[in-house]
């Protein structure tokens, strides 16, 4: 599955409505594949929800080392396909993070996202929060 900023969230901190459920997603699942915008994001929406800081960078950091845990570092030829499918898609309000695990989503043969995001459903994969 792949690890949306909406569904690590949910994962990270325990306030969040769907935390169980995202803990025991995490548990269960066989593979998880996430990439560097999401951890942008992440932190980017930690602090817009003043979670404190540190635990936000902990987090991160245990993730990546995280033995389950694919990381995807996006260089310019992701960036620019998830730029060309948003130009595709000028009727969605997609952001660019969105369009970077769609495109590792369709490459790498994922369905099933760990989000809370309905933009996943509007590109055909499964929200799994």
Sequence with gaps: MLLDTSGLLCYHHRDEPKHSEARTLFRQARRALTHSYVLSEFIALANARKLPRPLALTFLTTLGAHRKVEMVWVDKTLHDRAMA???????????????????????????????TDHHFEQEGFKRLL
Excluded: P, W
């Design 85 to 115: 499918l948003l130009a595709a898609r000028l009727d969605k309000t997609y952001s660019l993070c969105d369009a970077v695990s769609f495109v590792l989503m369709k490459e790498q043969g994922i369905t099933d996202a760990l989000t």
